[in-house]
C-alpha cells in the first residue's frame, strides 16, 4: 500500500462492542486475567502494554520498515531509551549540529554513568568516519539537523558503521516517515519526537524508536520503555494514531509552504542567509532531494541582517507566526534558538528558526514581509 493508504488503515483499530469506525479508547489501566493465569487479550496492565499503544506502535513500525516499534512518553525518552542500550565505557558519536537536548542526555545524564560521547561535523562522511573509535558503538545522526537544517548522508554513514559493527540511530522528526525512511537508507534505529509533526497540533507530548530487527537492541529498549515506565497514557496513543492518518497530507503542505516561503525569503533584503534544503543554495540540496524526494519538510532557518538582540526581538513583531518553542504543528511557529540553547550554544545569534503551518502561504509570507521590511 501506499503511504497514504497505510497511515489510515494501520491505525484502525477494530472495535469489538459496537463495531465503530472510529477506534476506541481503552482507559483501563489493568486487564482481567483467565482462569490458567494467562491474559487472553495480551494485555497485563498498561505500563507494559494497551490496545492504543500497540495499534500505533504498529502503525509507526509500518510506516518506517521497521520490525518492531516503541511509543514512549517524550522525544527525549525516546533518546534515552536508545542510549541506555549502551554501556559504562561505550563512545557515542553525535552531530556538532543538532538538537542540544539530546547531547545534553548523553553528556550531563550518561556521562557519569561511564558513556564516552563526542561531537562531529555529520555532513562530511569521512570527518564521520575519522572520529570512530575502538569502542564506538551508535552513530546517531540527525538528518535534517535542529536548527541549522543541514543534511548528513545516511546511507554513506550507515555503509562506514556497517563495515565497523556499529548501529546507527536517526533523528527522523524534522522529516516525519512520509518524507524520509531512515531505514531504507541502511540505518539500524529511527527515533521521532511524536510531539511534532507526527502529533500536527501541539496537544501532545510523546517520542517513538523503531528498530529495523527485533533484535537485542529492540528487546533492551522494550525493557527500559517498561521499566523505565517512559509510556505515553491511551489518549495520547490515540490521538497520535488519529494524527497519523493525515500525516500525508500534512508534509505535502508544510513542505509546499515551506519551499515557497524560503525562495521569498532568500530574495528579501533584511535576510543574510536562508537554510533550507530544498534551496539550491543548501549545501546539501542534492543529497537533500535523494534522500526526501517528497519534500523537504516545513522547517526553515533564517540569519537576518541584524543583531542577536534585534534578532529576538524581531520573533515578537509578528501576528501569524507565534514565538514558542516547538515545531510541526498546524499553526507557524518561530523561535530564536540561541537564548532557548544558552550562552554554550553554536547557533548563530541572528538565527531564528521557523516552523511553517498550514496557514495559507500567501498570508504567511505578508506577515514576514511587513516584519522584515521594519528592520
Same mark, same amino acid.
Request: charged share 20%; net charge negative.
Given at each position: 500500500?501506499?503511504k497514504?493508504?497505510?497511515?489510515?488503515?494501520?491505525?484502525?483499530?477494530?472495535?469489538?462492542?459496537?463495531?465503530?469506525?472510529?477506534?476506541?479508547?481503552?482507559?483501563?489501566?489493568?486487564?482481567?486475567?483467565?482462569?490458567?493465569?494467562s491474559?487472553?487479550?495480551?494485555?497485563?496492565?498498561?505500563?507494559?502494554?494497551?490496545?492504543?499503544?500497540?495499534?500505533?506502535?504498529?502503525?509507526?513500525?509500518? %510506516?518506517?520498515?521497521?520490525a518492531?516499534?516503541?511509543?514512549?512518553?517524550?522525544g527525549?525518552?525516546?533518546?534515552?531509551?536508545?542510549f541506555?542500550?549502551?554501556?559504562?565505557?561505550?563512545?557515542?558519536?553525535m552531530?556538532?549540529?543538532?538538537?542540544?537536548?539530546?547531547?545534553k542526555?548523553?553528556?550531563?545524564?550518561?556521562?557519569?554513568?561511564?558513556?564516552?560521547v563526542?561531537?562531529?561535523?555529520?555532513?562530511?562522511?569521512?570527518?564521520?568516519?575519522?572520529?570512530?573509535?575502538?569502542?564506538?558503538?551508535?552513530?546517531?545522526?540527525?538528518?535534517?539537523?535542529?536548527?541549522?537544517?543541514?543534511?548528513?548522508?545516511?546511507?554513506?554513514?550507515?555503509?562506514?558503521?556497517?563495515?565497523?559493527?556499529?548501529?546507527?540511530?536517526?533523528?527522523?522528526?524534522?522529516?516525519?516517515?512520509?518524507?524520509?525512511?531512515?531505514?531504507? %537508507?541502511?540505518a539500524?534505529?529511527?527515533?521521532?519526537?511524536?510531539?511534532?509533526?507526527?502529533?500536527?497540533?501541539?496537544?501532545? %507530548?510523546?517520542?517513538?524508536?523503531?528498530?529495523?530487527?527485533?533484535?537485542?537492541?529492540?528487546q533492551?529498549?522494550q525493557?527500559?520503555?517498561?521499566?523505565?515506565?517512559?509510556?505515553?497514557?491511551?489518549?495520547?496513543?490515540?490521538?497520535?494514531?488519529?494524527?497519523?492518518?493525515?500525516?500525508?497530507?500534512r508534509?505535502?503542505?508544510?513542505?509546499?509552504?515551506?519551499?515557497?516561503?524560503?525562495?521569498?525569503?532568500?530574495?528579501?533584503?533584511?535576510?543574510?542567509?536562508?537554510?533550507?534544503?530544498?534551496?539550491?543554495?543548501?549545501?546539501?540540496?542534492?543529497?537533500?532531494?535523494?534522500?526526501?524526494?517528497?519534500?523537504?519538510?516545513?522547517?526553515?532557518?533564517?540569519?537576518?541582517?541584524?543583531?542577536e538582540?534585534?534578532?529576538?526581538?524581531?520573533?515578537s513583531?509578528?501576528?501569524?507566526?507565534?514565538?514558542?518553542?516547538?515545531?510541526?504543528?498546524?499553526?507557524?511557529?518561530?523561535?530564536?534558538?540561541?537564548?532557548?540553547?544558552?550562552?554554550?550554544?553554536?547557533?548563530?545569534?541572528?538565527?531564528?528558526?521557523?516552523?511553517?503551518?498550514?496557514?495559507?502561504?500567501?498570508?504567511l509570507?505578508?506577515?514576514?514581509?511587513?516584519?522584515?521590511?521594519?528592520?
Amino acid at each position: 500500500m501506499k503511504k497514504e493508504t497505510l497511515a489510515i488503515h494501520s491505525t484502525n483499530l477494530k472495535d469489538e462492542t459496537a463495531a465503530s469506525i472510529a477506534a476506541p479508547i481503552f482507559l483501563s489501566t489493568t486487564f482481567e486475567r483467565s482462569e490458567d493465569g494467562s491474559y487472553p487479550k495480551g494485555h497485563m496492565y498498561a505500563r507494559n502494554s494497551s490496545p492504543n499503544r500497540d495499534v500505533l506502535e504498529k502503525a509507526l513500525a509500518a %510506516l518506517e520498515g521497521g520490525a518492531k516499534a516503541f511509543a514512549l512518553g517524550s522525544g527525549l525518552a525516546a533518546v534515552n531509551a536508545v542510549f541506555q542500550c549502551l554501556k559504562s565505557g561505550d563512545h557515542l558519536l553525535m552531530p556538532s549540529v543538532g538538537y542540544y537536548a539530546s547531547y545534553k542526555l548523553a553528556e550531563e545524564i550518561l556521562g557519569p554513568w561511564g558513556l564516552q560521547v563526542s561531537q562531529v561535523d555529520m555532513t562530511d562522511v569521512d570527518a564521520v568516519k575519522n572520529a570512530i573509535q575502538p569502542n564506538t558503538k551508535l552513530i546517531w545522526i540527525e538528518s535534517p539537523a535542529n536548527p541549522m537544517l543541514s543534511v548528513s548522508d545516511i546511507a554513506g554513514i550507515c555503509q562506514i558503521a556497517r563495515n565497523s559493527g556499529i548501529k546507527v540511530g536517526v533523528d527522523n522528526t524534522l522529516a516525519s516517515p512520509i518524507l524520509q525512511n531512515p531505514i531504507a %537508507l541502511g540505518a539500524d534505529i529511527v527515533m521521532h519526537a511524536t510531539t511534532k509533526y507526527i502529533g500536527g497540533h501541539s496537544d501532545i %507530548l510523546g517520542g517513538a524508536v523503531i528498530l529495523k530487527e527485533n533484535d537485542e537492541w529492540a528487546q533492551r529498549i522494550q525493557r527500559v520503555q517498561i521499566l523505565m515506565g517512559a509510556t505515553p497514557n491511551p489518549l495520547d496513543c490515540y490521538l497520535l494514531a488519529r494524527g497519523l492518518k493525515t500525516l500525508p497530507l500534512r508534509m505535502k503542505e508544510h513542505s509546499k509552504n515551506a519551499a515557497i516561503l524560503a525562495e521569498k525569503l532568500e530574495s528579501h533584503p533584511a535576510v543574510e542567509k536562508v537554510h533550507y534544503p530544498g534551496l539550491p543554495s543548501h549545501p546539501q540540496h542534492d543529497l537533500a532531494l535523494k534522500q526526501m524526494p517528497f519534500g523537504q519538510s516545513g522547517m526553515i532557518a533564517i540569519q537576518l541582517k541584524a543583531s542577536e538582540n534585534a534578532t529576538q526581538k524581531f520573533a515578537s513583531t509578528l501576528t501569524l507566526f507565534q514565538q514558542a518553542t516547538s515545531l510541526g504543528g498546524v499553526e507557524s511557529l518561530i523561535e530564536h534558538r540561541k537564548s532557548i540553547e544558552g550562552p554554550q550554544s553554536n547557533t548563530p545569534g541572528n538565527l531564528l528558526r521557523l516552523s511553517v503551518g498550514l496557514e495559507h502561504v500567501d498570508d504567511l509570507w505578508d506577515d514576514l514581509n511587513a516584519a522584515l521590511n521594519k528592520l
